[in-house]
């Protein structure tokens, strides 16, 4: 029987130190904090002392901490509080804290007390003049004290107007954690809760040290001439537990504290890894344990305590808090932990990144590792940038699906993990599929820096590595960013090379585009010295050519375009007014595939999807490329990710590949890829591996066509876990039934190994045409590889761009067949559609 010593105590009290407000210059930008979503440039401000390190965006032109904090025109930050962090960490989890909302913007951010050797203080104002707010001023202090383990927000509100004006008080804070309120203190953990960072807010009766914690003020009413003041104060902590205790001991003497020490039975290892769960009622707020030891103030009163990991024995116990009383060590021992040990290699046996699916069998529940944006522990999944790892899990039986990527063949184990120990699980990945002179990308993924996600750089990068991707540019949104160090730092060189890029990002008509290479990020400047998104998506196009200087051998590609707004109905009122005219002279390809999706077979440009009650329009993008074409827009299709998770909206449905001098992705020269990618040299896929060629041409080149026919040398490989089923060769964008091949209709032309097709075809033409040859298994799923995550649903499809045929030696003239539909135009009415799709039986 385990023996468990439970201590109650008061907070320690922390030391005296100096305490300091300054601005951040070019000189000293190495003040500035560090973390996962450090967002602090020169001309912000700093406020620090022996604790923390805050830092105050200025206010400085188009200012804010990413891209997402808020949206629009008006999403502007300065005088919001960017960074905060304890100095023995630098470990910032903070995106934005933004008092009342702040945003637009403001008058001034001022030093008002730059403490210093001699001050117990330090004050930095934000202020907006009632002139430039529509008679509404506002003031915002950031004070920090020489033991402050937070920051004290007091905000004020004066009507300078001549009516009555009402508005929330509410506070905008991100991270996007898990969330809770706990004895009447709000808390936010970090994302990823290993990475050991939390806040939380409390609102206070005053600005002072224990004057006690005070309700939300609520809605705010103010008559002409009238003010209000009310203030709060955001801790922070390594958990929420530790963040929270902060608070409570700020604002009130009377508390006491928990402090313990986890070790592992036996062995009395340290533990790192429990989560403590400290409730009250039906409240409840986790705290973790680091190296072995654990802390939190509370209000006196009883508490439920539980100690958990997965992978060992959970213990449960009860407290009762007294005020400012002391007592001896709290004393955790727990079992020792239980999981899998893998070691995964390649053919050669040589270690390999990877990614392992958990599902439970028998009586055992499928394990959940974790939120979905991280790589070690995504859902049911995990992906290593290594093959040898361990993973904690609970005692039970297991199946293991071990991948990586769709070149290679797929293990299953099925293993039984007993308490205390690690199974261990060896294996070989076979790369079963042939790419030799291909490569495998993905020109769109995004992690934190983007800030419409909180997926961490380094998961990004196994992300990526696990599902075998060999060259990815780096494409944040509205931020130029390197992806080459964290390459380095996860010893992914040999695996993935990226190149500096960016993704310029706003709303309407001005698009999204992905562009690379790029000059280096301008370090500590808003967005890396990114350009400025403007409304028409030419001139975003021509400024990221431009940028730094005019590169012609720079790529620039339209994501997930509205390709009715873009080239047929501009303002997509429903009249053709040629869009926006030579758009297709500025963009070297389009995204025809983005994340989910397999319609390249597809008969409409239309399609109905329900949400909820209502019924809406969608382009199917892929049969308006064809009509594209036949229009004499001949620009390439790319398929990729648009990652913004791991789990669910990960890297690895889509992928187009691309020819390449060398197979070694460390060697891979970007300006090698983009070459072949403008002249569209490339085939999108989900998982075969296709191969056409006539002669010795391929997607992308024109080919005369002697007789006026051609044979096409068509190829598709498959890794154990992926399936074709059909072959089908578009001419002009049609599905010629005499060049559709099933497995039912020519049995003999399938195969069940990893070469799924191999034939010569030939195509005989009556007129100039494009040809695009397609592979699905129209029977089939990615389940296997992808197991509970949103691509398991994708079938395996793969296509190549256009191989373009001149027949008669006059060069290449597109016939404007519209594929039986008009040419797309705006306001679409579901109605109206769904009687169309009817009638012609689509």
Same mark, same amino acid.
């Given at each position: 029987?385990?023996?468990?010593?439970?201590?109650?105590?008061?907070?320690?009290?922390?030391?005296?130190?100096?305490?300091?407000?300054?601005?951040?210059?070019?000189?000293?930008?190495?003040? %500035?904090?560090?973390?996962?979503?450090?967002?602090?440039?020169?001309?912000?401000?700093?406020?620090?002392?022996?604790?923390?390190?805050?830092?105050?965006?200025?206010?400085?032109?188009?200012?804010?901490?990413?891209?997402?904090?808020?949206?629009?025109?008006?999403?502007?930050?300065?005088? #919001?509080?960017?960074?905060?962090?304890?100095?023995?960490?630098?470990?910032?989890?903070?995106?934005?804290?933004?008092?009342?909302?702040?945003r637009g913007d403001v008058s001034h951010v001022r030093i008002t007390n730059a403490g210093g050797k001699d001050s117990l203080t330090a004050e930095i104002e934000v202020v907006v003049d009632g002139a430039r707010n529509s008679g509404l001023y506002k003031k915002h202090t950031y004070r920090i004290d020489s033991k402050s383990v937070g920051v004290v927000i007091t905000t004020t509100y004066r009507n300078e107007s001549k009516v009555i004006r009402k508005g929330t008080v509410d506070d905008y804070w991100k991270p996007s954690g898990k969330r809770g309120t706990f004895q009447g203190v709000r808390w936010i953990d970090a994302v990823d809760s290993d990475d050991r960072g939390a806040y939380a807010v409390g609102w206070l009766n005053d600005a002072k040290r224990l004057s006690g914690l005070a309700k939300h003020?609520?809605? %705010?009413?103010?008559?002409?001439?009238?003010?209000?003041?009310?203030?709060?104060?955001?801790?922070?902590?390594?958990?929420?537990?530790?963040?929270?205790?902060?608070?409570?001991?700020?604002?009130?003497?009377?508390?006491?504290?928990? %402090?313990?020490?986890?070790?592992?039975?036996?062995?009395?290892?340290?533990?790192?890894?429990?989560?403590?769960?400290?409730?009250?009622?039906?409240?409840?707020?986790?705290?973790?344990?680091?190296?072995?030891?654990?802390?939190?103030?509370?209000?006196?009163?009883?508490?439920?305590?539980?100690?958990?990991?997965?992978?060992?024995?959970?213990?449960?116990?009860?407290?009762?808090?007294?005020?400012?009383?002391?007592?001896?060590?709290?004393?955790?021992?727990?079992?020792?932990?239980?999981?899998?040990?893998?070691?995964?290699?390649?053919?050669?046996?040589?270690?390999?990144?990877?990614?392992?699916?958990?599902?439970?069998?028998?009586?055992?529940?499928?394990?959940?590792?974790?939120?979905?944006?991280?790589?070690?522990?995504?859902?049911?999944?995990?992906?290593?940038?290594?093959?040898?790892?361990?993973?904690?899990?609970?005692?039970?039986?297991?199946?293991?699906?071990?991948?990586?990527?769709?070149?290679?063949?797929? %293990?299953?184990?099925?293993?039984?993990?007993?308490?205390?120990?690690?199974?261990?699980?060896?294996?070989?990945?076979?790369?079963?599929?042939?790419?030799?002179?291909?490569?495998?990308?993905?020109?769109?993924?995004?992690?934190?820096?983007?800030?419409?996600?909180? #997926?961490?750089?380094?998961?990004?990068?196994?992300?990526?590595?696990?599902?075998?991707?060999?060259?990815?540019?780096?494409?944040?949104?509205?931020?130029?960013?390197?992806?080459?160090?964290?390459?380095?730092?996860?010893?992914?060189?040999?695996?993935?090379?990226?190149?500096?890029?960016?993704?310029?990002?706003?709303?309407?008509?001005?698009?999204?585009?992905?562009?690379?290479?790029?000059?280096?990020?301008?370090?500590?400047?808003?967005?890396?010295?990114?350009?400025?998104?403007?409304?028409?998506?030419?001139?975003?196009?021509?400024?990221?050519?431009?940028?730094?200087?005019?590169?012609?051998?720079?790529?620039?590609?339209?994501?997930?375009?509205?390709?009715?707004?873009?080239?047929?109905?501009?303002?997509?009122?429903?009249?053709?007014?040629?869009?926006?005219?030579?758009?297709?002279?500025?963009?070297?390809?389009?995204?025809?595939?983005?994340?989910?999706?397999?319609?390249?077979?597809?008969?409409?440009?239309?399609?109905?999807?329900? !949400?909820?009650?209502?019924?809406?329009?969608?382009?199917?993008?892929?049969?308006?490329?064809?009509?594209?074409?036949?229009?004499?827009?001949?620009?390439?299709?790319?398929?990729?990710?648009?990652?913004?998770?791991?789990?669910?909206?990960?890297?690895?449905?889509?992928?187009?590949?691309?020819?390449?001098?060398?197979?070694?992705?460390?060697?891979?020269?970007?300006?090698?890829?983009?070459?072949?990618?403008?002249?569209?040299?490339?085939?999108?896929?989900?998982?075969?591996?296709?191969?056409?060629?006539? !002669?010795?041409?391929?997607?992308?080149?024109?080919?005369?066509?002697?007789?006026?026919?051609?044979?096409?040398?068509?190829?598709?490989?498959?890794?154990?876990?992926?399936?074709?089923?059909?072959?089908?060769?578009?001419?002009?964008?049609?599905?010629?039934?005499?060049?559709?091949?099933?497995?039912?209709?020519?049995?003999?032309?399938?195969?069940?190994?990893?070469?799924?097709?191999?034939?010569?075809?030939?195509?005989?033409?009556?007129?100039?045409?494009?040809?695009?040859?397609?592979?699905?298994?129209?029977?089939?799923?990615?389940?296997?590889?992808?197991?509970?995550?949103?691509?398991?649903?994708?079938?395996?499809?793969?296509?190549?761009?256009?191989?373009?045929?001149?027949?008669?030696?006059?060069?290449?003239?597109?016939?404007?067949?519209?594929?039986?539909?008009?040419?797309?135009?705006?306001?679409?009415?579901?109605?109206?559609?769904?009687?169309?799709?009817?009638?012609?039986?689509?």
């Amino acid at each position: 029987m385990k023996k468990i010593l439970f201590l109650f105590l008061l907070t320690p009290a922390l030391t005296h130190a100096a305490v300091e407000a300054f601005e951040v210059g070019p000189n000293n930008t190495d003040q %500035l904090p560090k973390g996962k979503e450090a967002d602090g440039i020169i001309g912000d401000f700093i406020l620090r002392n022996g604790h923390i390190t805050a830092v105050i965006s200025g206010n400085q032109p188009l200012r804010r901490a990413n891209m997402s904090t808020f949206y629009g025109t008006g999403g502007i930050t300065p005088g #919001c509080l960017y960074d905060l962090t304890l100095n023995n960490r630098q470990n910032d989890q903070l995106t934005i804290f933004a008092p009342s909302g702040q945003r637009g913007d403001v008058s001034h951010v001022r030093i008002t007390n730059a403490g210093g050797k001699d001050s117990l203080t330090a004050e930095i104002e934000v202020v907006v003049d009632g002139a430039r707010n529509s008679g509404l001023y506002k003031k915002h202090t950031y004070r920090i004290d020489s033991k402050s383990v937070g920051v004290v927000i007091t905000t004020t509100y004066r009507n300078e107007s001549k009516v009555i004006r009402k508005g929330t008080v509410d506070d905008y804070w991100k991270p996007s954690g898990k969330r809770g309120t706990f004895q009447g203190v709000r808390w936010i953990d970090a994302v990823d809760s290993d990475d050991r960072g939390a806040y939380a807010v409390g609102w206070l009766n005053d600005a002072k040290r224990l004057s006690g914690l005070a309700k939300h003020p609520g809605e %705010l009413t103010l008559k002409p001439g009238e003010s209000k003041t009310f203030t709060r104060i955001l801790a922070v902590g390594t958990n929420p537990a530790s963040a929270v205790g902060r608070v409570v001991s700020y604002a009130s003497a009377k508390s006491g504290g928990i %402090l313990g020490f986890v070790r592992e039975e036996k062995t009395l290892k340290q533990l790192s890894d429990v989560i403590v769960h400290i409730s009250s009622g039906k409240e409840s707020i986790p705290a973790y344990s680091d190296n072995g030891e654990f802390s939190a103030s509370v209000p006196p009163g009883e508490y439920q305590i539980s100690f958990s990991a997965r992978g060992r024995k959970t213990v449960n116990s009860k407290v009762n808090v007294v005020e400012n009383f002391t007592s001896s060590p709290l004393r955790i021992s727990m079992l020792p932990l239980s999981g899998v040990a893998f070691d995964i290699r390649d053919a050669g046996n040589k270690d390999t990144p990877c990614k392992v699916q958990f599902i439970g069998t028998g009586k055992t529940a499928t394990p959940n590792l974790g939120p979905q944006n991280r790589a070690h522990g995504c859902v049911d999944q995990w992906h290593s940038e290594t093959g040898k790892f361990k993973v904690a899990l609970d005692p039970g039986t297991y199946r293991l699906v071990i991948t990586r990527g769709i070149e290679h063949d797929h %293990l299953v184990r099925a293993v039984k993990v007993k308490a205390g120990a690690f199974t261990p699980v060896v294996g070989t990945l076979k790369r079963s599929v042939d790419t030799r002179g291909w490569v495998s990308t993905d020109f769109h993924n995004h992690s934190t820096p983007s800030g419409d996600n909180q #997926c961490g750089t380094n998961d990004r990068i196994i992300n990526l590595a696990a599902e075998h991707i060999e060259f990815a540019p780096t494409t944040e949104h509205n931020r130029i960013y390197d992806w080459t160090p964290h390459i380095k730092q996860l010893g992914l060189a040999k695996h993935l090379s990226t190149v500096i890029g960016l993704e310029l990002t706003g709303p309407g008509a001005g698009s999204h585009h992905n562009v690379f290479p790029l000059p280096k990020p301008q370090p500590f400047a808003q967005d890396g010295g990114a350009p400025v998104f403007q409304n028409d998506p030419r001139l975003n196009a021509i400024s990221l050519q431009n940028f730094g200087g005019w590169n012609p051998g720079r790529w620039v590609h339209v994501n997930h375009p509205n390709l009715t707004e873009k080239f047929w109905d501009r303002n997509l009122d429903g009249q053709a007014d040629g869009g926006f005219a030579g758009y297709e002279k500025y963009i070297h390809a389009l995204e025809t595939q983005n994340y989910l999706g397999n319609d390249i077979l597809a008969t409409a440009p239309w399609r109905l999807a329900r !949400r909820g009650t209502s019924e809406s329009v969608r382009e199917v993008r892929e049969f308006m490329w064809l009509q594209m074409l036949n229009q004499g827009h001949r620009i390439p299709a790319i398929a990729v990710a648009d990652a913004h998770s791991v789990y669910g909206n990960g890297v690895g449905g889509w992928r187009t590949y691309v020819p390449s001098s060398t197979d070694a992705p460390a060697m891979i020269d970007p300006k090698e890829i983009i070459r072949h990618a403008k002249a569209g040299r490339l085939m999108l896929t989900t998982g075969p591996f296709l191969q056409v060629t006539h !002669r010795d041409a391929g997607p992308g080149d024109t080919v005369a066509a002697k007789g006026r026919a051609v044979t096409l040398k068509v190829k598709v490989q498959c890794a154990d876990w992926v399936d074709i089923d059909r072959v089908q060769i578009l001419v002009n964008g049609r599905q010629a039934p005499k060049y559709n091949f099933t497995r039912q209709s020519h049995p003999t032309f399938f195969g069940n190994g990893t070469v799924k097709f191999e034939r010569a075809i030939e195509v005989k033409l009556t007129e100039d045409s494009h040809l695009i040859v397609v592979a699905i298994g129209e029977q089939s799923t990615m389940k296997t590889g992808y197991g509970t995550s949103s691509y398991a649903g994708l079938k395996p499809c793969a296509y190549i761009n256009p191989i373009w045929v001149d027949v008669d030696d006059g060069g290449f003239k597109p016939n404007g067949d519209t594929l039986d539909w008009d040419l797309p135009v705006g306001r679409q009415n579901a109605k109206t559609i769904r009687a169309l799709l009817k009638a012609r039986n689509r």
